[in-house]
């Protein structure tokens, strides 16, 4: 029978992109993206007043209210930018978009902000016509000391109910922010009153992370017309982490380096992609794999400083690492199977074994197995002894053990630990 390993903790993040509208019935696509159908706008009459707001309820057809949220920074601002560009009424910026810059330092500036919203919706626009508010780059919507303020919050209140009585006919109104404290009453009820377009960063200290990526990584390859081989994908993932404004960038290098190709292989993301935090902790596990003991010990020197957690750098590097390298070990000692010359060719491997032979293998979130991560570890298991691994593992519960109980140095405690590894 194979060894019974317990499963152990690994880091892991989705890129979920919610779409809360302030209709019923929204169809939501494959990755979640939820589509709307946008009403045509009203347009609005030169007067001497605005003319009066609506008093009915909101509905998908009345509301001219969006909202483009959430804390992955750059997929955020990119989203704001080109929803504004498509709200721009056709007499242009200089004339038909009122920009009210939402970065406040205290209080009492967020509630200027929020009065300098309400005036500038109910201004004329200065031809007449239709007219677009931007309250940009919100930062007191999140949870700080001005985010809490009482004053803020019955601000923010206020600006709600004006919302959501309706707009003036042919105005517009945006509202764009990268932090928000999700347990606040304003953010609770902004789906109600505006389309909400929300994208979150995708968290990497969960399980499954991985898998979230490549679904983001395969809708932003598609803008490209860019093709990636299965293996290519996941290399892909493991250097440039989860930042989305740097898997675009990416992508983009990519784009331009392929010309008229549009096939990504493993070799042009190993030449191409540039490593982030999440590509060095690849690198870590790497090293570690083919008993690199300076370049280990060098990498984990820059996590730290980087500021990773130690406790992170145990459950994402090493500890997979190291399982990966036993049950593969285990494997290939108890079949008499021989190592892959390379990481892909590990899965014809794993579909020759029977059910009960691979059952134990650690999953992915959808209960698939990654084989490449598996097939990294095949190729590099020749360098261990299977007793010595099954060593290293219970040398990381004690490290896990001392980094959360003593009050012994973190780095110590890793370096240790990279030490004994390597040297079983």
């Known amino acids: 029978m194979p060894l019974d390993l317990a499963p152990l903790p690994s880091l892991g993040c989705a890129h979920t992109i919610r779409y809360a509208s302030a209709y019923q019935g929204a169809e939501t696509s494959e990755f979640g993206f939820a ?90 626009p200065l031809f007449g016509g239709e007219k677009l508010v931007w309250l940009k780059n919100v930062n007191f919507l999140a949870d700080t000391v001005t985010g809490r303020s009482a004053t803020v919050q019955e601000a923010l209140e206020e600006l709600r109910e004006y919302l959501a009585h309706g707009l003036p006919d042919g105005v517009r109104f945006l509202l764009s922010a990268t932090e928000v404290d999700k347990r606040r009453s304003f953010y609770k009820s902004l789906g109600k009153v505006a389309k909400v377009e929300q994208f979150d960063r995708i968290d990497t200290s969960r ?40 898997l675009r960038n990416e992508l983009e290098k990519i784009d331009l380096y392929l010309g008229d190709k549009r096939t990504v292989t493993v070799e042009v993301v190993d030449t191409l992609v540039a490593k982030s935090t999440s590509g060095v902790i690849w690198e870590l596990g790497t090293c570690l794999s ?55 060719q590990f899965n014809s491997i794993l579909s020759k074994l029977p059910e009960d032979a691979i059952r134990h293998l650690p999953r992915r979130k959808d209960g698939g197995i990654n084989a490449y991560a598996l097939g990294l570890a095949a190729c590099e298991a020749h360098r261990f002894e299977l007793g010595k691994l099954v060593e290293a593992l219970q040398a990381c519960l004690q490290a896990n053990i001392q980094l959360v109980t003593t009050q012994l140095e973190p780095k110590l405690i890793l370096s240790q630990l990279i030490v004994k590894i390597i040297s079983t």
């Open 35 to 124: 589509s709307a159908i946008y009403s045509p706008m009203d347009t609005g009459y030169l007067s001497l007043l605005m003319p009066p707001r609506r008093k009915t309820a909101l509905t998908a057809e009345t509301s001219r209210v969006f909202a483009v949220i959430g804390s992955d920074e750059g997929e955020t601002k990119r989203r704001a930018r080109e929803l504004a560009s498509e709200l721009t009424p056709e007499s242009g910026a200089d004339f038909g978009v009122d920009t009210i810059d939402g970065t406040a330092d205290n209080a009492e500036q967020a509630v200027l902000r929020i009065h300098q919203v309400k005036e500038a919706i109910q201004t004329l």
């Open 207 to 246: 399980p499954g992370w991985e898998e979230d990526v490549q679904a983001v990584v395969h809708g932003l390859a598609a803008e490209f017309d860019l093709r990636f081989d299965p293996q290519a994908l996941e290399l892909f993932v493991q250097l440039a982490g989860a930042d989305s404004r740097q």
């Open 290 to 344: 083919k008993r690199q003991l300076g370049e280990s010990l060098a990498l984990l020197e820059q996590l730290i400083f980087q500021g990773e957690t130690p406790i992170g750098i145990l459950y994402a590097a090493i500890i997979p690492t190291v399982r990966n390298l036993l049950v593969t070990k285990d494997l290939l000692v108890r079949h008499g199977i021989k190592p892959p010359s390379a990481p892909f």
